[in-house]
């Protein structure tokens, strides 16, 4: 019996049945495998939370809400092929966000359409501890590729979950 973890859901026990041979030379037979599998917990889909342009927003706690969790991207338009590109991706800009042992920046990700370029985890404390408030920062120097990038932010709060800032778009010219 072994505990694992098998698509998506957190398994207690898996019970594993074979009959393991194999075609090669001299050995011959069939392979077959049985699982049972007990589930402690379905882990669902985070829900997604993206920013909306907080100049729309009436209410003052909204828009600290809103801007304190969004990640936004900061980078020129322009990139090289094959050199290092700076790309910083700072959540919130006008509201800080806490730093509290149980409610702070857990991650920021940095991707490439849907592919994950790069990604900076932080434990509590790091912008200050509890009591604190700032606003999570990173600078990543990503190799681009192709003609352009589709560049998105995510942000993960230990609190209030995931959130999606929006995309922008680098046009890359090719290398010299």
């Known amino acids: 019996m072994v505990g694992c973890r098998v698509m998506g859901m957190e398994v207690a026990e898996m019970r594993v049945k074979a009959d393991l041979t194999c075609n090669s030379g001299r050995i011959s037979g069939k392979m077959a495998a049985s699982f049972n599998c007990i ?14 342009d907080i100049s729309t927003v009436e209410r003052e ?5 809103i801007d304190r969790h969004s990640p936004f991207i ?24 806490p730093d509290d042992a149980e409610h702070y920046i857990k ?8 592919t994950l370029l790069a990604e900076a985890n932080f434990p509590s404390g790091t ?3 509890t009591g ?7 600078t990543f120097h990503v190799v681009p590729g192709g003609t352009r990038m589709r560049l998105t932010a995510l942000a993960y709060c230990t ?18």
Not at 159 to 175: F, M, N, R, S, Y
Request: proline content about 4%; some cysteine; charged content about 25%.
């Open 39 to 52: 589930t402690n917990r379905r882990k669902n889909m985070p829900t997604i939370n993206r920013y909306i």
């Open 61 to 65: 706690t909204k828009k600290d809400y």
């Open 74 to 97: 900061q980078c020129d338009a322009r990139a090289k092929a094959g050199t290092k590109f700076p790309v910083t991706v700072r959540v919130g800009t006008e509201y800080s966000h």
């Open 107 to 114: 991650s920021i990700q940095l991707y490439d359409g849907q």
């Open 127 to 129: 912008l200050g501890g």
């Open 132 to 138: 604190q408030k700032s606003q999570a920062e990173v």
């Open 159 to 176: 609190k209030h979950g995931l959130w999606e800032g929006d995309p922008t778009e680098v046009t890359v010219e090719a290398a010299a």
